[in-house]
């Protein structure tokens, strides 16, 4: 019922600029919706109109009115409380990539031990977004690929025949678990190294989100060259992942000022990057093995 | 029992909301001498916009997409909802009449791709007002989407007359849905103004039309 009133709210956004008629329920927000073609619309009061014309029943129509002006309520909320943990533009520095970063930086992760400079350019105020910075960490790469991996895996398991919904859930809650897991614990041991301070729980989340790249490139290739084909494709990838992720974090971690701090301590943030760096095969193998049987 | 009466009935239901949507048009259109022009600058666009996805080579302009309120995902339930009754239909025939023995009697479940659709419509709205400046609203997100599901009809009818389990039916599912992706992504950057991500936009929408069409056509 919900749905039906939402597709018919739409449809007379036609109606509600060329003729307005009929007496609002709401105001008439349309007119603003309409000059502004990339706001949100605003759904109360496109149901009133709309209303109207398919239910003469009052009663039913007030109560329509007033459920979808509660939904719109609730979709205010959940908007407010989303953006107090989430900055947007923090977010959003993340997704500022280009074709040309994402397959130099594709590249950079099958393929790192030719490059040369891994430092992170030097900002003033705002860091330099990944279009420009090659060493840059982003978010859409990890994203694209987690969501790879769970079609992958789906696919998989679809061939062994032994795939069903559920499954498919399975392996994207396992995943996602895997990866908070991970995230915490990097934060924990930076926290405990004192490490500087400029790695952001998404720098963190992008640098162990870099890993599916190296599962969906064992998958691949396991499914097409057999176990074999998995068992070097593991390899290749997890030594590659490894020399990646400790030449990042490192340059990353100890940051410009990496003379002054005490030998233990950068010590300490050596083992941890180290311990990090080697924990990527193990999750990268636990997570994969059993697609490729 | 009900619930299997439904779910017989589920196919149907985007052909519904198409209608009851555009039928709050027709009434509007009726009254009044100048809603007629906006009738015919409403069909110049659709052809327009129709044509735009036919043709992914040609780069679209920019302002085709504010033409017109993108609010309605009339067009999309409508063709949703063609391509599915096509199938629907089809895949109740019995065996032998009219259907070749080699067609795959599966069951659709009309659920999963309804909650997949409008999962994957949400995804790429989040990803769009990440990576552009300006952001976009969901109708005008899912809009652009169920347009670019036109040549995924094409898709279904070719099943219907020949098995896609081979070589060739991989082929032509990859072929289809790069262009669908394609020709979603050129509306995409072109209306958002994001130069050099349009292969980048063109990954999900390809991921999402490739999980469409496992699910309603193989």
């Known amino acids: 019922m919900a749905y039906h009133s939402g597709y018919g709210a739409h449809g007379s956004k036609h109606r509600a600029r060329a003729a307005p008629d009929p007496p609002p329920l709401f105001d008439d927000t349309s007119g603003a919706y309409s000059s502004q073609p990339g706001g949100y619309p605003a759904p109360g009061a496109d149901v009133a109109f709309s209303v109207n014309h398919l239910l003469g029943d009052p009663v039913a129509s007030v109560a329509m009115a007033y459920g979808s002006s509660i939904a719109s309520h609730g979709k205010d909320m959940v908007h407010k409380e989303l953006h107090r943990f989430v900055s947007m533009n923090k977010l959003k520095y993340f997704f500022a990539v280009d074709t040309a970063y994402v397959a130099k930086k594709l590249g950079l992760l099958v393929f790192p031990y030719t490059h040369q400079n891994w430092e992170v350019q030097p900002s003033r105020d705002v860091p330099v977004p990944p279009r420009q910075d090659l060493n840059a960490p982003d978010l859409y790469i990890p994203t694209m690929a987690f969501i790879t991996y769970v079609l992958l895996a789906g696919m998989a398991l679809g061939i062994q025949k032994r795939f069903s919904p559920e499954v498919l859930g399975l392996c994207a809650s396992t995943a996602l678990v895997w990866v908070v897991m991970e995230v915490l614990a990097l934060l924990l041991g930076a926290y405990l190294a004192t490490v500087r301070s400029d790695l952001s729980i998404f720098h963190l989340l992008a640098y162990s989100g870099y890993k599916y790249v190296g599962m969906i490139l064992s998958v691949l290739t396991g499914l097409l060259f057999g176990s074999d084909g998995y068992y070097v494709a593991l390899a290749w990838t997890s030594s590659s992942l490894m020399y990646f992720i400790v030449r990042s974090l490192r340059t990353a971690a100890l940051g410009p000022d990496n003379m002054g701090g005490p030998a233990p301590r950068q010590r300490l943030q050596l083992y941890l990057t180290l311990g990090a760096a080697a924990f990527q095969p193990l999750i990268i193998y636990w997570l994969t093995f059993h697609l490729v049987r | ?218």
Do not use: R
């Open chain 2, 1 to 218: 029992m009900i619930s299997k009466v439904l779910q017989d009935f589920l196919p149907l239901v985007p052909i519904v909301l198409g209608h009851t949507a555009s039928k709050n048009e027709e009434v509007d259109q009726k009254s009044g001498g100048q809603q007629s022009k906006n009738l015919e600058l409403i069909l110049i666009t659709y052809g327009k916009k129709t044509l735009t996805v036919l043709n992914p080579l040609k780069p679209a302009d920019g302002s085709i997409m504010n033409e017109t309120d993108l609010t309605g995902p009339i067009l999309f339930c409508i063709t949703l909802g063609a391509t599915l009754l096509l199938y629907f239909f089809y895949d109740s025939l019995p065996v032998g009449l009219y259907k070749p023995a080699f067609h795959k009697a599966g069951k659709v479940q009309f659920g999963y791709v309804y909650g997949m659709s409008a999962l994957g419509c949400l995804g790429i709205h989040t990803l769009l007002n990440l990576m552009s400046s300006s952001g976009a609203s969901y109708g005008c997100v899912a809009s652009v989407l169920g347009y670019c599901l036109l040549p995924m009809v094409i898709l279904s009818s070719c099943a219907i007359f020949s098995s896609l389990q081979g070589t060739f039916g991989t082929v032509l599912a990859l072929v289809i849905v790069g262009w669908c992706s394609l020709s979603a992504s050129k509306f995409f950057s072109s209306a958002l103004g994001m130069e050099g991500q349009q292969l980048l936009i063109a990954y999900p929408c390809a991921l999402l039309y490739g999980l469409f069409a496992l699910l309603t056509v193989f």
